[in-house]
């Protein structure tokens, strides 16, 4: 299923005058028209999209409807595409969205858990907060699907269910953007319970390619794109939140770079204007590797300038320090 | 310095009914003579052997007489060696001994960072504990280096310098134990702030066969050794902590196997019935690697038997699970 053919090393992390570890992965970058501008590895290999697909995972919330049924500002669209860090403004944003369309918190069928970002997390364990499922770093793709199902008319109980109307919507959607078959490809469980669907990387590459150059497909999709497009660069912070590579690069590069994050080194992006989608996955799964990976192919189409990169560096090359905050070594791209 | 010719896949993650991310590394089992019993990969380059050869680090503290000139047990031969979790009992337990040898926390040049077991981090945050730095997880290591320091009238401050006389010692260790020339080795910085020493990870095996089998070496070398070996399998607790597989395998396999971690996914052992040390590194740096290699590498030998897998699969062989719990996929070896 999986090639084991060496795919080549695109990060390196070193410590003082050495390499010390390094990542290898696959990454494809497209056009809507199929062409691929630059490649690496294995790009017809399957792969999970994980969480890095959330954009294209809003596409049936915007385009049913539901969106402007509802009345949806930036900050949802944001959420509904976002893995966040399940910090308090992320969490209570849900909250009141749930409420705002006469659900609630508890019809989230993911589990709770602190905040990914240790100093929220910290905070939250020291002030004693009640966590809920709203924490979820996935409550805002979740409370999207609810509202999308809330507006069609679909039971909301069990829409983490792959025969769920909501999955089967997002299942087509991936085939129509992927231009691909996804009947009968693998089948996993995601980190919030929603069914992973294997994908070939490429196919993945021309759906993200869509993303950033939609004028091929039908008005109500090229609409729903750009609102999603729209409304990630407008709220960054609802995407992933404080000291993430994706709000990072969103803040500074606005509706130029929709990227987005998945578990298990995954990386999806959309470059609306030189056209070109990106999906990457790092062969470890690690997220450091597939952040710096995504950091050299902004700067390598030209999404990130000189200028740019140098307010970025945190995110393009981080250092490496040890527990005191002292400098140890770098991650650096190496392709 | 680092071959980039592809070390094999060492270890798979599965996700449903595809292997998502997969480990590439390179590993070593060697007797005391040299003799290569298992290899894999490239185990002539170098690597820095991080925390893992904590055992052959603490061979001072004991060999220069300072063990027993301060009467310590075992719990503190086990901390000498470790890479702790942080928890009270292991900051309370270092506490008492830099007290008991007439020196205090505050003399500790690694800093202080919540318990790395994010259950106990959690709850130390709730109970809003001042962190001290003894709940670094190297503070077992360092208080080792202060007895030492202390014992033999080396001033304590700057004893993670490379030029103090505590780290010079350890650098003649490690030569000695692994026959290697290290003096112009790469350097690089630890996340406690000591060097860190470029060394090969076929060097690195046969120091760890030396501490497996120290037949050929010195009285005191073999006495302290064995004082070693014994530590860590009286005060498998005290080697890691909850939930780690340190602590987990010796606990179970008690002077059997002595197993040590290191960042950036190294493992070393010592097998002292098979006369069998070992060393790995998983390219990419991640611990779930190592871990799972070490465990083939420990089923492989014959040091866990059919039965003790049974009881060591969360370890050996660790299953995927989601926010919720629900199982997702297995952690196996591929070699």
């Known amino acids: 299923m999986m090639s084991h053919a060496a795919n080549p090393i695109l990060v390196e992390a070193t410590r003082g005058s050495m390499v010390e570890s390094f990542h290898r992965g696959r990454y ?45 500002e930036d900050k949802h669209i944001a959420l509904a595409c976002s893995s966040h860090n399940g910090e308090e403004e992320h ?5 009141a969205w749930l409420e705002h369309i ?25 002030d004693q907060i009640t966590l809920t499922k709203a924490h979820n ?24 269910n792959e025969s769920h109307p909501v999955q089967q919507r997002l299942i087509k959607v991936l085939e129509e953007m992927g231009d691909c078959d996804l009947s009968s490809t693998p089948r996993g469980i995601d980190g919030c319970g929603i069914p992973v669907i294997g ?79 990106v999906a990457l996955k790092i062969d470890d799964g690690t997220q450091r590797g597939a952040e710096v990976a995504m950091g050299a192919i902004l700067r390598q189409h030209g999404v990130i300038d000189d200028a740019k990169a140098e307010k970025l560096k945190k995110y393009l090359t981080p250092v490496l320090t040890n527990w005191a905050g002292k400098y140890a070594g770098d991650m650096r791209p190496a392709f």
């Open 137 to 160: 770093n996935c409550s805002g793709k979740h409370s999207g699907f609810l509202t999308t199902a809330q507006h069609l008319g679909d039971t909301p109980a069990g829409y983490i």
């Open 199 to 277: 994908m070939r990387l490429r196919d993945l590459g021309l759906a993200m390619a869509r993303m950033a150059d939609p004028s091929g497909l039908d008005a109500k999709r090229i609409e729903a794109i750009k609102r999603i497009r729209k409304g990630c660069a407008a709220a960054p912070f609802m995407v992933a939140g404080t000291g993430r590579f994706c709000t990072g690069i969103m803040e500074e590069c606005g509706e130029d770079a929709l990227v987005k994050v998945g578990a298990e080194g995954v990386y999806c992006a959309a470059f609306p204007k030189q056209g070109l989608g």
């Open 102 to 126: 006469g659900l609630s918190v508890e019809m989230l069928e993911c589990a709770p858990h602190y905040s990914i970002h240790p100093p929220a997390g910290i905070k939250q364990a020291g």
């Open 28 to 72: 494809v970058v497209m056009k809507a028209d199929g062409t691929v501008v630059a490649e690496g590895g294995d790009i017809d290999a399957l792969m999970y999209p994980r969480s890095a697909i959330k954009p294209l995972l809003a596409i049936p919330l915007v385009e049913s409807g539901a969106a402007d049924a509802f009345k949806l």
């Open 91 to 95: 969490a209570n944003t849900v909250k």
